[in-house]
């Protein structure tokens, strides 16, 4: 059994290595945008947010890194290109 103190600083590294991603192109799938940042890293999971009524991009999701090098290595790349658009690449608050 974990201790709670544990399970929070498991939450807390996971935390770290979580990536917002704005301004993505409509056109850009979970399965794409994980492929894109897989070179910066393994890449835990990714989740594209879709518009529940309409079904398309929210134009925005985020990346969990397996590592802290994957996460370290993308945020130390000032400049992400996909599809001509300007990625915003921030920290994940949560």
Known sequence: MSSPSAAAATNIARGVQKLFVGNLPWTIST???????SKYGHVHSTNVIYD????ISRGYGFIVFSTREGFTNATNNRLHVLEGRVLDIQR???
């Not at 399965?31 to 940042?37: A, I, Q, T, W």
């Not at 529940?52 to 079904?55: D, L, M």
Request: zero cysteines; glycine letters at 8%.
């Open 92 to 94: 994940a608050s949560s």
């Open 52 to 55: 529940k009524t309409t079904g």
């Open 31 to 37: 399965k794409e945008l994980k492929s894109y940042f």
